[in-house]
């Protein structure tokens, strides 16, 4: 009988110093699952170091290494669905290179999926501890508007590190679009998912390619991907202080009429005004957002671009 399959998608930027000692760590796992067959699909996202090189080196020693090399960064978002759309396991998994998503968990979602029959095994952090407080603060936020605002769930916490069986994969390989917001993504789709938890650890070597304006437009990203609450947002917002105006019109009508009125309160019509104008260029913007996001989906332009494979060595 055949064995089965696990492929490992990897998105790498500039991960010279964690390619090795992630190589070691996961073949060691994948030594202990013996009746399984893996693949190592690394995601070269278009790194300016040495990256691409460690990775061939390990093709050359290793024949369960397979690459694809971006022709430019293209986001782990799209090496993500580079990786899934490459790998032709039976099951795949997204682990990053810097073994903040712990290999040895593998076995754990395998069962998961094999004996509990689940659909896809997902790892979730339940610490955020040597985080910057405010970063928690932020997300903690984010999740809750998300939650509250979009017919999804996602999950405080959870990574892109996670199992899944053939069916989901091509699932979410039937989303097509091009602003790509994963975690959204695999809710989206369905499927019976379990969630392993498990304690933050820090990155091997190298550094995070997060800044905090990154993951805060990320979250912007992930809002405008999965809810139009905003868009209503906007329009009741137009709509209270219209009626709001209205009432004070009327109110200013009838004070006129009765007491006639003495020339005044021209510093509360600017604050007014500012007000106001504030709040129509905000509401613009939201829509902006939007439009944006439109007019790039119906570009239709392909999510990554290869330069090499494994196959052009
Ligand atoms: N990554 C990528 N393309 C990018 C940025 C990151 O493929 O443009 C990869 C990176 O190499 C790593 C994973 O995505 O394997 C997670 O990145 P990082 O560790 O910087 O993020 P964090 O763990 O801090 O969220
Ligand atoms: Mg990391």
């Known amino acids: 009988m055949q064995k089965e399959k696990i492929s490992i998608v990897i998105p790498c930027y500039n991960e010279q110093e964690t390619i090795p000692i992630f190589y070691k760590e996961v073949t060691k796992i994948a030594d202990e699952m013996k009746d399984l067959d893996f693949e190592l699909l690394f995601i070269n996202d278009g790194s300016n170091d040495n990256t691409l090189n460690k990775i061939k080196e390990l093709v050359k020693i290793d024949t369960r290494v397979r690459f694809i090399s971006f022709s430019r960064n293209f986001g782990k978002e799209a090496a993500i669905y580079a990786g899934l759309e490459q790998a032709v396991g039976?099951?795949?998994?997204?682990?990053?290179?810097?073994?903040?998503?712990?290999?040895?968990?593998?076995?754990?979602?395998?069962?998961?999926?094999?004996?509990?029959?689940?659909?896809?095994?997902?790892?979730?952090?339940?610490?955020?501890?040597?985080?910057?407080?405010?970063?928690?603060?932020?997300?903690?936020?984010?999740?809750?508007?998300?939650?509250?605002?979009?017919?999804?769930?996602?999950?405080?916490?959870?990574?892109?590190?996670?199992?899944?069986?053939?069916?989901?994969?091509?699932?979410?390989?039937?989303?097509?679009?091009?602003?790509?917001?994963?975690?959204?993504?695999?809710?989206?789709?369905?499927?019976k998912t379990k969630w392993l938890e498990y304690e933050n650890v820090k990155r091997v070597a190298g550094e995070s390619k997060w800044s905090f304006w990154k993951l805060f437009l990320y979250a912007i990203e992930g809002i405008v991907a999965f809810t139009t609450v905003p868009l209503s947002i906007a329009a009741i917002l137009g709509l209270v202080i219209c009626i709001v105006s209205f009432i004070a019109i009327i109110f200013i009508i009838v004070k006129t009429i009765i007491f006639t009125d003495p020339v005044g309160g021209w510093p509360s019509l600017v604050c007014i005004l500012l007000f106001m104008s504030g709040i129509q260029l905000l509401c613009m913007g939201i829509i902006g957002k939007y439009l944006a996001k439109t007019y790039l989906e119906t570009k239709k332009r392909p999510i990554y671009i290869i330069k090499e494979t494994e196959k052009d060595l």
């Not at 810097?98 to 997902?122: N, T």
């Not at 339940?126 to 936020?141: L, Q």
């Open 90 to 191: 039976d099951y795949v998994t997204i682990m990053d290179a810097d073994l903040q998503d712990p290999p040895s968990m593998l076995k754990e979602m395998y069962q998961v999926l094999k004996i509990e029959k689940y659909d896809m095994a997902g790892t979730r952090r339940v610490t955020r501890k040597g985080e910057p407080p405010i970063r928690s603060f932020f997300a903690r936020c984010f999740y809750k508007i998300i939650n509250k605002t979009s017919n999804i769930e996602m999950i405080d916490g959870a990574r892109d590190y996670r199992l899944m069986t053939r069916q989901v994969v091509n699932a979410v390989l039937l989303l097509k679009e091009y602003n790509r917001y994963s975690k959204g993504l695999f809710s989206f789709v369905g499927f």
